[in-house]
């Protein structure tokens, strides 16, 4: 099935600035393990040492999130969009500060 | 005597308005969405703003303007000159003093008929139920996870909705947590990201406009929220993306598991935040592995002397487009393919803008075999301070 995953902007650092990738998948467990065989980096930052998803990670197929669904073997529709969704805490203050 | 206007139909309030009120909110009068009645409720309503900075400045001028009668602002910051390009309820003499006061002086000027309560403080697990407890609707304006879990949790605790927006480069996120029974920031992230996870400075920055577009968001779900008009963003999380300007909605379910609102509670009172999200003191940088530095002055005499040294920026090629130091470019992420740029037999001293960046790079050379590499202690910021005022900080 070809699926969209949108990647969030704190991680597209990760994937070489990407917006989106599209994959062929069959849950949402192969289209992450897709995307990060694309791009390496984005590892650590979907999964813990373990291989689950990070709990501030949030994945959504189109808009219900998989830990509602099947998680990661939720099955994927052709043309589901899957969004990764991860906390970010700004305000509008300066990030930079602290580096 | 002021010609006083009583609501008719409702009792929801017994305070009436000025003639001067009825002339300055007459757009609002003048729609039946908000009325008489829905005025009234607002010059009733008590909200706590959590933090006056990207989020803050729009939220307190709209929720002024919109004449919101009691306006708790927190803060402690000072205002300070980078925080102008988006925090546009301050001007340029503004800078140098509290935030807080320069907003109620802000707020005050544009709607005198309200009250702007000032509390200067950072907001703790000690007092953030005796801030709360006076207020109907809280909205978080802050820039940190221990602070966002703090006020969700207190929110919880009293029942009181809170009105959440985030953002993140040109990125942003918004809704209404714990509202009669939905779900809170909790059921939404069980738990923060541990620091060091969190994106670094090179990745940091945010358009100007962005936080006006969230906080204009969180002013109108507060407004809607004491109006008891519309839908609110309960249950649904919106993302906003500014580049591509989209706006994109997501389902958001309350947590049967969640430790603060679901059906077996474990977080009964405030907890110690900071240790929640593994960082001791605000905005705590992860302290480096010690690594060999060098002061300022000491690379200044060091380069007048003629030595034979190799500067190694760290930073992003937008970065060095602000100010350098005639260094060599490669940013820190690009170092490890970009090692045989690197010469083992010179002395490498490597800097970014703070002296952090700089350090994982000291460390992941010394690690590659690299022996005479240092870090520049305290990166541009220290040699503009130290060496070079004409070097100007970012």
Redesign the interface.
Known sequence: MAVKVII???LR?YAQRR?FAELEARTVGEALGGLTSLYAELR??LYTDEGHI???V?V?VN???I??LANENTPIKDGDTI?I??????????????? | MATRVQPTPSKASQTPLSKQEVLRYSRHLIMPEVGLEGQLKLKQAKVLLI?T?????PLGLYLAAAGVGRLGLVDF?VV?F??LQ??VAFGTSDVGRPKIEAARQRLGDLNPEIEVVPHEAKLTSDNALDLFRDYDVIVD?????PT?YLVNDACILLGKPNVY???????G?ATVFGYRGGPCYRC??????PPG??????????LGV??GIV?AIQAMETIKLILGRGDLLVGR?L?F?AL?MRF??????K?PACPVCGEHRTITQLIDYYEFCGVRGE?A?VTQANVPEIAPRELKSRLDRGDDLYILDVREPHEYQICNLHGHLIPL?ELPRRLHELDTSREIVAH???G??SADAVDFLRKAGFRKVFNLKGGILAWSDEVDPSVPK?
């Open positions: 969030p902007t704190p650092t917006e650590k930052h990070r709990s501030f949030n959504y808009d219900d999130d830990r509602y969004s969704v991860p906390s970010i805490a700004g305000g509008g203050r300066e990030f930079v500060r602290v580096c | 933090g900075g990207g989020l803050g400045a910051d300070d980078t925080n988006r925090q304006g802050t820039d940190n996870f966002r927006g985030s953002i993140f480069r040109f990125e996120q939404l992230y069980p738990e923060p990201p996870l969190v994106p670094s400075c090179a990745e940091g920055g945010v962005l936080p906080g999380l993302l993306d591509a994109r909605e997501l389902k958001l379910r947590n905005e940088p992420g970014c803008r703070s952090k960046r970012y």
